[in-house]
């Protein structure tokens, strides 16, 4: 009989022995396993830019852009603990956009667009693989976009790995990307003929569950880009020249995000709540705060966003110059203006049990800040729906 | 390493949140492993988003791979 | 506003019970099926009666020259297997099951030295060959069967999957094995009760469980009394008799239902010193010795003459 082994020995044998078995854990308590089966989502959205009011535009109102995108996402299991996944973005992008800013007869800027409305197409792959194991996701992408004046290639290595009780991830990113830009010319204007850029960054995140209801992340990211940096369709209002939009050659970019997940079990809703500071050598400074309420009533979803975003203005911009600046870089571009945008966003899902359909919408605003605000700054709608389902 | 870097990690959340650390057991987790309970609850949106912020915004998202194309419109 | 729902069906040789609180009637029937699919998938897989089954895949190529190929599910459940033959000092024994070949309880008949004599060189698990992924039983008649965990692992793992479909509270009852996915709504845990060992469809006492797994084991499962003497279905695989267990049935709280029912299992194998050693596990427990009594350091109601739970 058995005499000679102690029961705390053997509860750790056994209980050490039970752990790995597959339906023993639920999938929350399992990490990031290797999916289950096969899955598929699709997502068609429409962006549609405000138009560009008559007061603030040399040619009066005009038509900004409009944007159809369409995004297809395919997963796999694989080889037993491999998953590949398959991103493919389609954009067909038609409109006008801000081309350069001249002072008006009291000193106010005006903006003119670019003349012909412009039809752009921009497709994009992303080929993904994902290792799992008991502790750990090992994952390495490649994706590739082209539009007919600009081509991106980029390579992608994460890693995240879990804590036994796997309530705690770390997780690791690094990534780069090399672009070339061919702008289309036009006759009359000076262009750069061919300037490429390339991008490395790296990324490290750490995330906990601290009860059954309250998750946190917090990340931190680093990012260099090096090369022709400018935008090469603007213009900029020189001491009354009309040169090509200049920034520097390299650029710098930390990032710093929290990100709050809570449950309240009372009342079946998630909140969400995301801050990020960001800082750039550029000289931009943002913050962004999203705020995220999801409330289930059975097989539907009703989900309420909010974002308020606040950024300081890059050293060299302006909406014109009225002198030379000592480091030559010029810019007017409003995505380098001091600004702040409110956007609002509402979504609706509805579970099947081999899928879902959702539509969202989402309404942004920006406001230019400081003493005279840019006036190229974007509005913009988003509608779209999509379909997603699973196949075990 | 890890793990003591992940020791102080929660230890300052815990300061920074004021919140306990007790230890979630897996029968626990329910409502974590909702969909909306994850740091990226519907990966499209959220890639599209980025997109769409990266070509409006200064603030690159600076660790996606969602970065690619000009956005220069 | 959340609602309990319940389901009662037969598998596994038991009287199966879900108890779960949702939103709506529509979403417990979908939980149900999904629940049920899980436990069929479990039982085609691992019966040693159905012939498609793993268990009788790998019984079938007995002493045939070649080894069987299984998936990582069944590899995982062998190992576990080899750890509790380890642990046990090879008492439990999944090659023991051809004794019920011999051992026939209903026959009131025990069975003679020959007849067990004939079937024990078929038993022992050390002589079974295991590759990462395959395994051979090396004499014809030898055979497996996961009979003495099969059950508590089916109930994990539709706890597990209650887990995924948003459950928050419920329970699951395989016939007596129990695991609680969350306590009630209002934070009060769900009374089980815990069978009477000489009075079926009785309980003996009622536990209260808020989380994690109670499994109990007991000689009341299969027995035959000749000459007033009960022999029950717990044969010691070395001389291939009956045991006679210090207790009538030991009831385990753990974790996971698969770590509760073999501990429980394990302490009914054991000798005299069961309570000793199920006390140096630290693991909660409820034992009832033959003369009906109970100890144990789980807090027990006394008898409520009825095995239904709140």
């Known amino acids: 009989m058995v005499t000679k082994r102690t029961g705390s020995k053997a509860l750790l044998a056994l209980t050490a022995a039970s752990m790995g078995l597959p339906a023993l854990a639920p999938k929350s308590a399992r990490a990031q396993t290797q999916p289950e089966g096969f899955s598929a989502s699709y997502r068609h959205s429409q962006y549609s830019e405000g138009e560009q009011p008559a007061t603030q535009s040399a040619t009066g109102a005009v038509e900004r852009f409009d944007i159809t995108v369409q995004q297809l996402h395919l997963q796999t299991p694989m080889f037993g603990n491999a998953a590949v996944t398959v991103d493919l973005v389609s954009e067909t992008l038609s409109g006008a956009s801000p081309w350069f800013i001249t002072p008006g007869v009291d000193g106010e800027p005006v903006q003119t667009m670019s003349g012909a409305t412009i039809d752009e197409q921009r497709d994009e792959i992303n080929v993904a693989t994902n290792l799992f194991s008991e502790h750990a996701r090992t994952g390495m992408g490649f994706s590739y976009s082209t539009e ?41 204007i000076t262009r750069v003929i061919e300037e490429g850029k390339t991008n490395f960054y790296g990324s490290v995140g750490f995330s906990h569950v601290f009860n059954k209801t309250l998750l946190i992340g917090v990340s931190g990211s680093y990012s260099v880009f090096e090369g022709f940096l400018s935008d090469p369709y603007k213009l900029v209002f020189v001491a009354g020249d009309l040169l090509p939009d200049a920034r520097p050659e390299d650029r710098q970019q930390a990032a710093f995000d929290v990100r709050v997940r809570k449950y309240l079990p009372s009342y079946d809703v998630a909140l969400h709540s995301d801050y990020r500071y960001y800082t750039d050598t550029f000289g931009v400074v943002s913050n962004t705060l999203k705020l995220g309420a999801f409330k289930n009533i059975g097989s539907w979803q009703v989900s309420l ?30 995505r380098l203006s001091e600004f702040q945008s409110l956007s609002f966003s509402a979504g609706i899902k509805k579970d099947f049990g081999f899928g879902a359909i959702r539509l969202n919408y989402e309404n942004y605003e920006s406001t230019g800040e400081g003493d005279t605000p840019n006036p190229g700054l974007v509005d913009f709608e988003l509608v779209s729906v999509g379909i997603e389902f699973s196949i075990k | 390493m890890i793990s003591r870097l992940r020791l102080c990690l929660i230890a300052s959340l815990c300061v920074l949140f004021g919140t306990g650390c007790a230890t979630v057991e897996p029968w626990e987790k329910g409502y974590l492993a909702r969909e909306e309970m994850t740091l990226t609850p519907d990966p499209l949106a959220a890639t599209l988003s980025d997109h769409i912020f990266f070509s409006k915004e200064a ?3 600076g660790s996606s791979a969602s970065g690619s194309g000009c956005g220069c419109n | 506003m959340t609602m309990r729902f319940s389901r009662s069906f037969k598998a596994m040789g038991s009287l199966c019970e879900l108890q779960i609180y949702t939103h709506e009637k529509s979403r417990s029937e979908e939980i149900f099926e999904d629940l049920i699919g899980e436990v069929s998938r479990l039982e085609d897989k691992y019966s040693r009666y159905k012939s498609t089954s793993v268990i009788s895949q790998i019984n079938a190529a007995a002493g045939q020259g070649a080894p069987v190929y299984v998936d990582s599910e069944t590899v995982q459940l062998l190992d576990y297997a080899d750890t509790l033959f380890a642990e046990s000092d090879g008492m439990f024994d999944i090659t023991s099951g051809v004794l019920r070949e011999v051992w026939d309880f209903r026959s009131a008949k025990l069975p003679s030295a020959a007849e067990v004599r004939s079937v024990l060189p078929l038993i022992g698990w050390q002589n079974v060959d295991r590759g990462d992924d395959q395994i051979y039983l090396p004499q014809q008649g030898m055979q497996i069967d996961f009979g003495g965990f099969a059950k508590e692992y089916a109930v994990d793992a539709l706890a597990a999957r209650c887990i995924d479909h948003d ?14 996915v969350g306590p009630h709504p209002d934070g009060t845990p769900w009374r089980v009760g815990i069978q009477h060992p000489r009075a079926p469809a009785k309980a003996i006492s009622v536990v209260e469980v808020s989380h994690g797994a109670v499994a109990t084991s007991g000689d009341y499962e299969r027995f035959m009394l000749i000459d007033g003497k009960r ?7 070395e001389t291939g008799r009956s045991i006679h267990p210090q207790f009538a049935s030991v009831s385990i709280m753990a974790d996971s239902c698969l770590v509760a029912g073999s501990f429980s299992t394990l302490a009914m194998l054991k000798g005299d010193d069961a309570a000793a050693w199920i006390e140096s596990t630290g693991l909660p427990h409820l034992l009832v010795d033959q003369s009906l009594r109970l100890s144990g350091t789980v807090h027990a109601e006394s008898d409520t003459g009825e095995t239904t739970r709140r």
């Open chain 2, 59 to 61: 603030s690159s998202s």
């Open chain 1, 305 to 334: 966003g909010v974002r308020a975003y606040l950024q300081d203005s890059a050293n060299f911009h302006a909406n014109f110059f009225e002198s030379e600046r000592q480091d030559g870089y010029y810019s007017s571009d409003y």
């Open chain 1, 148 to 188: 007919n004046d600009y081509e991106s290639f980029g390579v992608r290595f994460s890693h995240s790995s879990y804590s036994d009780d796997k309530n705690s991830t770390v997780d690791f990113a690094i990534g780069g990307s090399v672009d070339s830009i061919t702008p289309t010319q036009a006759e009359g």
């Open chain 3, 167 to 180: 459950i928050q509270h419920g329970i699951v009852n395989l016939g007596g094995d129990v695991r609680v």
């Open chain 3, 231 to 237: 022999y029950c279905h717990l044969l010691n695989p």
